[in-house]
């Protein structure tokens, strides 16, 4: 009798550790899961325009007068990722010194990846060291110009953003949002579709959208405090729809936050 009930009461322990024992299983797989719900969508209108219209009229920026400079240097500017879904034709950049148009208006290029350039010949002379210069991108999209300014000094016959990137943050400064982050987004190794370059991401707060951008290459996101939550969407061109996960982003300041998706 009383060896039948010591097993009994080791058989009903072990039945409870084991129920238990799954529970908590159930509940770290759960946790760990981003969990992506489906659904097929057209290519989405994720934009953030709304936080950057202006009412900027066209500029009329004059090319300066050769003939009054003595030398010139090159830069290759390439738009800041965010802002190439506003591009058009109808773009254009230049740089200021002072009050002094220093280069002609240059407008857009498109490379075979999809990045949007601007090629700009920099008038100057010998005693233009430690001067204020601006670079000044037109949205006409946006209706804005967006203006970047720092303490340089010219360099003759140089050439600057095409052995390496030149990406101006023009979008520091210019929203309503305080806080201004950045977040670089990966995949899980075999997701469940071949990746595009057609593929975005983009976060959301409710229904605003504080961030668009494209995979493996960081992009800002615009927030009104830090460590704020964020919903991350993913839009996959092979699938012909949308990702939307329900494990929410804390988005930190001052850093690049990471994330890697969980389908």
Not at 206 to 225: A, H, I, M, P, Y
């Amino acid at each position: 009798m009383n060896t039948t009930y010591i097993t009994r009461g080791v058989w009903k322990s072990l039945v409870l550790f084991l129920m238990f024992a799954f529970a908590g299983c159930s509940t770290m797989e759960e946790d760990n899961n981003d969990g992506a719900t489906f659904a097929t969508s057209a290519y989405p209108e994720w934009n953030i325009n709304q936080l950057l219209m202006g009412n900027d009229p066209v500029p009329n920026w004059i090319a300066p007068d050769p003939s009054n400079y003595e030398s010139s240097m090159f830069i290759m500017v390439q738009l800041q990722e965010e802002l190439v879904r506003y591009s058009t034709d109808a773009d254009c950049m230049t740089v200021f010194i002072g009050n002094e148009c220093r280069a002609t208006p240059s407008t857009r290029n498109v490379s075979k990846s999809g990045n949007i350039y601007f090629v700009l010949k920099i008038r100057g002379n010998n005693e233009d060291r430690n001067v204020n210069f601006s670079l000044r991108y037109y949205c006409a999209k946006l209706h804005k110009i967006f203006t970047l300014t720092g303490n340089e000094s010219f360099a003759t016959e140089r050439t600057y953003g095409v052995d390496e990137e030149f990406e101006p943050q023009f979008l520091n400064g210019a929203t309503k949002y305080p806080i201004i982050s950045y977040l670089d987004v990966t995949l899980q190794d075999n997701p469940p579709f071949t990746p595009s370059i057609e593929d975005e991401v983009a976060v959301f707060v409710g229904d605003e959208c504080r961030g668009t951008g494209r995979l493996g290459k960081k992009f800002s996101v615009l927030s009104n405090t830090d460590g704020e939550n964020m919903q991350v969407r993913y839009y996959s061109k092979e699938k012909n729809g949308v990702y939307t996960f329900n494990k929410p982003v804390v988005i930190n300041k001052n850093t690049t936050n990471k994330v890697t998706l969980t389908f």
